[in-house]
């Protein structure tokens, strides 16, 4: 019995030697520029999975229309409900300087009023891809700056304005837009 447990214990120390130890496996950040997107509501949670990777969720929202108060009565609309997974690679560490990442996307939007009177809403699925730079302020608190762009699948409908729901167009198309500016508050754990 007395060696069954040294040669277990013997294998846990070995198997825990060789296992690799990181110091922050999981962070959870906010995306101010978002914010400035009127109001769009979002946060992002990633996971450690090496020393130069690791895995991202996020999600985005902004339920929210703005009327103008002139004689127009002009209707801003910028809602989204957008849901994203993927990867991102560190050529350093993970969570510590320049990084590249992608993502698989869905998004649901409302958009119009800004420009013209026009609206569009729809669904739209694809790829995105991202590159920055994540500066460390402490162990624990980063601040991270980039930029990302998507393309994919969309399905649209496009209305004379907000309010009357004149249809003028609809259909399906192929979109490359720009996704996000970035400028994050990170928290790891």
Known sequence: MK???IALAALLFLTVGCVPAFAQQVAVSTNIAQYLNFGTLNAEGSVSVARHWTATAAARYNP???RTHQADEKHINRKQMTFSA??????????SG??????????QYNNGGLVSPETSEGERY???LSGGYT?????????????????GW??????????CGLTVDRGKKFFVL???????LVYLF
């Open 135 to 151: 500066y460390m302020l402490s162990d624990r608190v980063n601040v991270e700056f980039g930029a990302a762009f998507w393309g």
């Open 3 to 5: 060696k069954r447990i």
């Open 86 to 95: 993927g990867a991102r690679y560190w050529p350093w560490h993970v969570y």
């Open 64 to 66: 929210f229309s703005f």
């Open 98 to 107: 320049w990084w590249a990442g992608s993502r698989l996307q869905y998004q």
């Open 178 to 184: 720009p996704d996000e500016a970035i400028i994050s």
């Open 154 to 163: 969309g399905w649209y409908a496009t209305y004379d304005c907000p309010v």
């Open 126 to 128: 694809g790829l995105t």
